[in-house]
């Protein structure tokens, strides 16, 4: 059943108390709206296989009283000939090229901004032009344009974009950064700070998405949700309970609020996580391979049933996880400090400059001289990690004989800050090779060169290819 023929049975159906004739032009002018506005047509499947009024709510941009007609009405044509007249969905390829989808792009605190009908052949470039065509700075815009002659006057004009804690560059597609359809992280829209570890996980619950259902929805990730008719595998759910399941890629089974539970748990109970894995034992409990057992975000957002205010949030502290990057305590801009800046005194380039200097570590108004870490906050944790670095609070150990140091044997404390966020971490086992726990930051514990890959490095560098020498205890001014 096409949308045309859908929209000929919602018209064909006889009008009572509750199903007027208004009820159905406004059920079909919202049709009509939904798929001009999602870039796909609203078939018979799509209704058919709506689980409740809120799934007909959504398709039909009606009130909940109107989208709870529909559903009766739907219930009513199912036992009447459902049988005969189930409809065939049409092509919904989300690799097409001709397939439309809304672009999500997350701005200044959090707003979320809809781009609709865009497909994965798109360049970065027109993704920005068309961005700032919609907030109306059309002269910023034509910057972006393919055919535009002029080159940037005003750098504080520039806007980045940011998707997976990678900056996104002008001249390659969506496609290139793996987003194909609709079911993707927000782009993260970036500023620079002007310099001179992740703040502490906040709840992000609110009361209204708290208590709530949580549920599969097809329709709206049409194509993306798959259902399992296995048991949940945590909870236990199956069919006699009426509880949909969704089937992740590595064949195991999830139900929404089973999901939600998960996630939330992934930024509750652990700082440093960037990629969801399926939680049960492999082998044993998951069949998948290692590969189907990494979950893409916006599958687990997607079977989570993610709010837009949710997904905003955790999407934030995805990308400041990923590329370790800020959120200006001004205007909560996203703000990145380049790699090679290690001082804590920063201005975002956003804000008035009345707004003042902020501490990069705890995001309080800078009170002290200098450039950091101290800043002069009582609650920053640069104001404390001299103390706990002192030799004797740090620990001590003999250096590992399998390190390739020129220091083997000799005392080394066993607790070092991270170079880049101050996070203290004590050093337990294996190499020198330390990686942050709050950061993307990843150190020598000897001489705290930036670890690289390969035979050839710099002198702030350090590898496993490299013999490097001892830097003594860490003291910040």
Known sequence: MSQDQLI????SISAD??????????IVAGIKKYAQQSGSAVTGIDFFDADDADDIKEMTMVDKKKSKAMFRQIGIKKQQDYANNEPGAPGMDANAPTFKFKLNIQGMKGQMYP????????????????????????????????????????????????????QMKDDKTLEFYGITNGLHLPLILTFKVNGGA?????????????????????????????????????????????IPRAEMPCGCSFAADTMYRYNKSLFEKN???????????????????????????????????????????????????????????????VTERPKDLRISRVRCAVCPSFKGDWCWNCLGKWKSGGLGPVCGNANCM????????????????????????KNKGSEIPTTRACPRCFTLLEYVQACKHIYCICCPHEFCFNCLGDWKSGSEFASNQCGHNKICGFTAIQNFA
Request: with cysteine; charged share 35%; aromatic share 8%.
């Open 8 to 11: 000929a049975w919602i018209q």
């Open 17 to 26: 108390e509750s199903f007027s004739e208004q009820v159905k032009k406004e």
């Open 115 to 166: 781009l609709d009908n865009v497909d994965k052949s798109w360049k970065i470039a027109a993704v920005k032009e068309l961005f700032l065509e919609e907030l109306g700075d059309t002269a910023a815009a034509e910057q972006y344009n393919a055919n535009a002659i002029h080159k940037w006057q005003q750098t504080g004009k520039k806007i980045e974009l940011k998707h997976g804690g990678q």
């Open 198 to 242: 992740e703040s502490k996980y906040d709840s992000i619950e609110d009361e209204e998405d708290k208590y709530r259902t949580r549920k599969l929805r097809k329709k709206k990730h049409k194509g993306a949700i798959k259902l399992s008719s296995k048991p949940d595998c945590i909870m236990g759910y199956n069919d006699s309970d009426g």
């Open 271 to 333: 700082f440093k996580e960037v990629k969801p894995v399926c939680p049960m034992i492999k082998g044993s409990q998951c069949k998948g391979n290692d590969n189907q057992r990494r979950w893409p975000w916006g599958l687990v957002f997607a079977v989570a049933d993610l709010s837009q205010k949710e997904i905003a949030k955790y999407n934030k502290a995805i990308e400041n996880r990923l590329s370790g990057s800020k959120n200006c305590p001004h205007c909560d801009a």
């Open 382 to 405: 640069a104001a404390k990690i001299n103390q706990v670095l002192k030799k004797e609070n740090c620990g001590k150990i003999n250096a590992p004989q399998n390190w390739e140091i």
